[in-house]
Nanobody, 120 residues
Framework: QVQLVESGGGLVQAGGSLRLSCAAS????????MAWHRQAPGKQRELVAT???????NYADSVKGRFTISRDNAKNTVDLQMNSLKPEDTAVYYC??????????????WGQGTQVTVSS
């Protein structure tokens, strides 16, 4: 059993910053990729940023230069630093881990989602 718990969402004015965090606990042997996704009202969920086990990162064009994803392998956590926020960044943000259990199985896990609202 694995759980992902997110924190750090909230309300911020345009141009401001927020930092999201996500921590995994449970039957974890190793964590491969970590990612953040978001879903705005009436829109499909979209991939925001990913980071591999070796630290390679990738970002959606809409957040490049503003968002930074980072991970702490010792703590099984991933953060998303969001700067220069825009109203169009408003969405529910979800963390997503690809985890290998001690039994060798690999599965995708998702956080519960955290609301980010950017006011204009």
């Amino acid at each position: 059993q694995v759980q992902l718990v997110e924190s750090g969402g909230g309300l911020v004015q345009a141009g401001g910053s927020l930092r999201l965090s996500c921590a995994a606990s449970g039957n974890i042997f190793s964590i491969y990729a970590m990612a953040w996704h978001r879903q705005a009202p009436g829109k499909q969920r979209e991939l925001v940023a990913t980071i591999t086990s070796t630290g390679s990162t990738n970002y959606a064009d809409s957040v490049k230069g503003r968002f930074t994803i980072s991970r702490d392998n010792a703590k099984n956590t991933v953060d998303l630093q969001m700067n220069s926020l825009k109203p169009e960044d408003t969405a529910v943000y979800y963390c997503n881990f690809l985890i290998r259990s001690s039994r060798g199985s690999v599965a995708d896990y998702w956080g519960q989602g955290t609301q980010v609202t950017v006011s204009s």
